[in-house]
Structures are given as C-alpha cells and as structure tokens.
C-alpha cells in the first residue's frame, strides 16, 4: 500500500500498521514520487491526498492508472469538495475527508480499504465504459417541463456511486420527461461540490434538493447530506430531519419508500453500486407497488453490496451492466 497524503501519512501508517493483513510498503511526498513508487512497488491500493505540491494528486490519479490501474482511495480537505470529485473522474474509486479519519474511527477507513483493495480496476473500468472521447448523447440544458403525471427515476447510491450516477446523467438527454431524484451516501458539506461536478458532465440540470421544490423533467434532484428526503404526491420535494437511529446518512431507504408511496407503479427504482444493505427495503417498496426496479450489475460495481442484496431478496426487475442502464431508464421512462 502507499500512502501519498504529505501531512497525514504518519497516522495512516500508525492505523495500517496496527491491522492485521495490511502492511505500508511506501510512501511519497507528492504526485511525481508517487507515480514512481506504485509503478516500483506495484501496491494492492493507494492512498492519495488530493492537495500536494510538485504534482497535485489529480494529475497523479490520472497518470497512475493509465500506467499501472490500481485502486485508489482518494482523501481531500473539506474545502477541496469540487477536486474530490474531479479525483473520481480521473479513476479514484472513492473519496474520504481528512477530518472523518483518525485513530479513534479508523474503522470506517479500514473497511473502505479492504474493499477497494479487491476491486479489479481496469475491469471495472471497461465494464464501465469509461473510454475516452465518450460523450453524452445530447448537448444543452433544456427547458424542462412542469411534471403532472408523469414517472419518476428514484436512485440509490453509495460506495461507487458518484462514477455511476456520472454515467448515467452523462448519457440521457435535456429531453428526459421525467424528474430523476438521488440519494447517494455522501459526507456532509460534499453535496454541493458533487451537483457542480455532474453539472459538468450532462445536459440535465442538477440541482440540491430544497424543501418545496416543484418536481420537473429533465431536472436531478440530490439529497444533501444533512436531510432525509422525500417526494410526495403533489411532485414536490419534502425535507426533513435525519433519523440518528440509520446506519446510513443520508438514507436511500427513506427516499425509496416515500416514492413508492407516492407514485406508485409510476415508480422506477435503480440501485447501483455501494456497500451495506440500504435501498433494499426501498427497492422492495418500488416493486411491491408496482414501480420497475433496476440493479448494477456485479462486474461494473465497485462495490456489489447493496444491489448485489435487493437481487438476492428477488426484488430486482432487471439487472444491468452500467452502459445499458440509461437506454432503459429511457424505455421506462415514456421516452423510447
């Protein structure tokens, strides 16, 4: 493993070294030597902080896998929101905050690392479709159109889901006649930094969820971290407060749940990848409702746990590589 965070890299290798079956084979100072020392060193996983001199730990993400695909845990201040998720579309796998690790919660930290230590990357990334020169199948943001009876797209993310989502939303069209709403397990003060990110990538308009918010086509609303979200049957968005007895912040259950219950089989419920068990339930409420339910497949998921569970509970409809998951959420959709 090499640890390429400059400030924190003495406390990553306390916590390693301190773990049974994780061993710290080298470290780096910045970008550059990081490079060096994973195509000598060849490790399972790296570390990288986002924020180093020399070479910042984007150009270094890039270089890495193109030269030598490995996993890549990807760690940022909280001010470098925005670059977090520029590191996940040059190949991190994930990303953490310096301030969520240290020796009295490690545990989180090390749990994402034997995860990702096993992720075959460039497998992943083929499966994907993450080639370069792919372009999203539409340009421009449309004038989106007051929803009144229409579908709705419920998606639930975790571990591995930031990439997803960014396919996805990259290959559907200004024209989408549905609202697509997400709940992605994400760091509190990360939303915003993530809605500006896959703004980048989609003609769709991405927006944080407000409380009110009037449901439209062709708009993506994302749940901030610090609220529970819900749609009702009046196609707006409710906020409330989170439940401190969920595991997992913010909840895709309670989002898939409140979906079902209002639009019922106008319902289309995907899971994509993450670890843990949350949008399970949520996706069984889609199907008992008569909604259509959609699944990641195992090899283009980082992570096949949550969906890789709602297959295994019979509650998904269909199961797909991520690169045919847009062309059906275009079927379901109304649109083709």
């Given at each position: 493993?090499?640890?390429?965070?400059?400030?924190?890299?003495?406390?990553?290798r306390?916590?390693?070294?301190?773990?049974?079956?994780?061993?710290?084979?080298?470290?780096?100072?910045?970008?550059?030597?990081?490079?060096?020392?994973?195509?000598?060193?060849?490790?399972?996983?790296v570390?990288?902080?986002?924020?180093?001199?020399?070479?910042?730990?984007?150009?270094?993400?890039?270089?890495?896998?193109?030269?030598?695909?490995?996993?890549?845990?990807?760690?940022?201040?909280?001010a470098?929101?925005?670059?977090?998720?520029?590191?996940?579309?040059?190949?991190?796998?994930?990303?953490?905050?310096?301030?969520?690790?240290?020796?009295?919660?490690?545990?989180?930290?090390?749990?994402?690392?034997?995860?990702?230590?096993?992720?075959?990357?460039?497998?992943?990334?083929?499966?994907?479709?993450?080639?370069?020169?792919?372009?999203?199948?539409?340009?421009?943001?449309?004038?989106?159109?007051?929803?009144?009876?229409?579908r709705?797209?419920?998606?639930?993310?975790?571990?591995?889901?930031?990439?997803?989502i960014?396919y996805?939303?990259?290959?559907?069209?200004?024209?989408?006649?549905?609202?697509?709403?997400?709940?992605?397990?994400?760091?509190?003060g990360?939303?915003?930094?993530?809605?500006?990110?896959?703004?980048?990538?989609?003609?769709?308009?991405?927006?944080?969820?407000?409380?009110?918010?009037?449901?439209?086509?062709?708009?993506?609303?994302?749940?901030?971290?610090e609220?529970?979200?819900?749609?009702?049957?009046?196609?707006?968005?409710?906020?409330?407060?989170?439940?401190?007895?969920?595991l997992?912040k913010?909840?895709?259950?309670?989002?898939?749940?409140?979906?079902?219950?209002?639009?019922?089989?106008?319902?289309?419920?995907v899971?994509?990848?993450?670890?843990?068990?949350?949008?399970v339930?949520?996706?069984?409420?889609?199907?008992?409702?008569?909604?259509?339910?959609i699944?990641?497949?195992?090899?283009?998921?980082?992570?096949?746990?949550?969906?890789?569970?709602?297959?295994?509970?019979?509650?998904?409809?269909?199961?797909?590589?991520?690169?045919?998951?847009?062309?059906?959420?275009?079927?379901?959709?109304?649109?083709?």
């Amino acid at each position: 493993m090499v640890d390429d965070s400059r400030s924190m890299r003495g406390m990553f290798r306390a916590i390693f070294e301190l773990e049974p079956g994780i061993t710290v084979v080298g470290e780096a100072s910045d970008g550059a030597e990081a490079i060096t020392k994973v195509l000598e060193l060849k490790p399972d996983l790296v570390t990288m902080d986002i924020e180093m001199p020399v070479m910042d730990g984007l150009e270094a993400i890039e270089r890495i896998i193109a030269q030598y695909p490995v996993p890549i845990l990807a760690v940022t201040a909280l001010a470098g929101v925005q670059a977090a998720f520029a590191a996940v579309s040059r190949g991190a796998l994930d990303v953490m905050v310096k301030g969520d690790i240290g020796p009295d919660n490690a545990g989180k930290l090390l749990q994402k690392i034997r995860l990702l230590a096993h992720v075959d990357v460039n497998a992943h990334r083929v499966a994907m479709g993450l080639q370069k020169g792919v372009l999203p199948v539409n340009g421009g943001k449309g004038m989106p159109q007051q929803v009144s009876g229409e579908r709705i797209v419920a998606i639930a993310a975790s571990t591995g889901g930031p990439q997803a989502i960014q396919y996805i939303l990259s290959h559907l069209p200004a024209t989408f006649p549905a609202p697509i709403v997400i709940t992605q397990h994400i760091a509190e003060g990360f939303t915003q930094g993530m809605v500006d990110w896959l703004n980048n990538s989609t003609p769709l308009t991405v927006v944080v969820a407000g409380n009110g918010d009037q449901l439209r086509a062709g708009h993506v609303y994302v749940n901030p971290a610090e609220s529970a979200m819900r749609v009702t049957g009046q196609n707006r968005i409710a906020l409330g407060e989170r439940d401190s007895r969920l595991l997992y912040k913010p909840s895709c259950d309670t989002l898939l749940d409140a979906a079902a219950a209002a639009f019922r089989e106008r319902t289309v419920g995907v899971i994509l990848s993450g670890m843990g068990n949350d949008g399970v339930a949520g996706m069984q409420s889609i199907r008992s409702a008569g909604g259509f339910t959609i699944a990641q497949d195992a090899k283009s998921s980082v992570i096949f746990g949550m969906n890789g569970i709602a297959v295994q509970r019979g509650c998904i409809d269909r199961l797909l590589p991520l690169i045919e998951i847009p062309a059906e959420l275009l079927v379901r959709s109304g649109a083709g």
